[in-house]
């Protein structure tokens, strides 16, 4: 079982950066792919970012592609999504998310979620 807390969230103004960082607790943390996917209010929750078990691979929704790079640090069962030239519609609850798969975009295919992060960008 793995278990995920986001932090690092908060407001920043349009053209700022933020890392978001997602802890995990468990054993299992090696043995998966981790998402990064978001939630805007009134939408439904979108993939963002994802990366391999061995840090890898990568891949990118094509709304955030050369803003936002995902990395992992097994050693510290960490994962992190660095945010940068943000934008208004980023503003989103941003959620890590672990699969044995890695690649996959879809919510349903995910298996452990955290609690989510609040990132409000401004205008």
Same mark, same amino acid.
Request: hydrophobic letters at 35%; charged letters at 20%.
């Given at each position: 079982? *793995?278990? !995920? *807390?986001?932090?690092?969230?908060?407001? #920043?103004?349009?053209?700022?950066? !933020? $890392?978001?960082?997602?802890?995990?607790?468990?054993?299992?943390?090696?043995?998966?792919?981790?998402? /990064?996917?978001?939630?805007?209010?009134?939408?439904?929750?979108?993939?963002?970012?994802?990366?391999?078990?061995?840090?890898r691979?990568?891949?990118?929704?094509?709304?955030?592609?050369?803003?936002?790079?995902?990395?992992?640090?097994?050693?510290?069962?960490? #994962? @992190? !999504?660095?945010?940068?030239?943000?934008?208004?519609?980023?503003?989103? *609850?941003?959620?890590?998310?672990?699969? $044995?798969r890695?690649? *996959?975009?879809?919510?349903?295919? @995910?298996?452990? /979620?955290?609690?989510?992060?609040? #990132?409000?960008?401004?205008?």
């Amino acid at each position: 079982q *793995v278990q !995920l *807390v986001e932090s690092g969230g908060g407001l #920043v103004q349009a053209g700022g950066s !933020l $890392r978001l960082s997602c802890a995990a607790s468990g054993r299992a943390f090696r043995d998966n792919a981790m998402g /990064w996917f978001r939630q805007a209010p009134g939408k439904e929750r979108d993939f963002v970012s994802a990366i391999s078990s061995s840090g890898r691979a990568t891949r990118y929704a094509d709304s955030i592609k050369g803003r936002f790079t995902i990395s992992r640090d097994n050693a510290k069962n960490t #994962v @992190y !999504l660095q945010m940068n030239s943000l934008k208004p519609e980023d503003t989103a *609850v941003y959620y890590c998310a672990a699969t $044995r798969r890695f690649g *996959v975009v879809n919510t349903l295919d @995910y298996d452990y /979620w955290g609690q989510g992060t609040q #990132v409000t960008v401004s205008s």
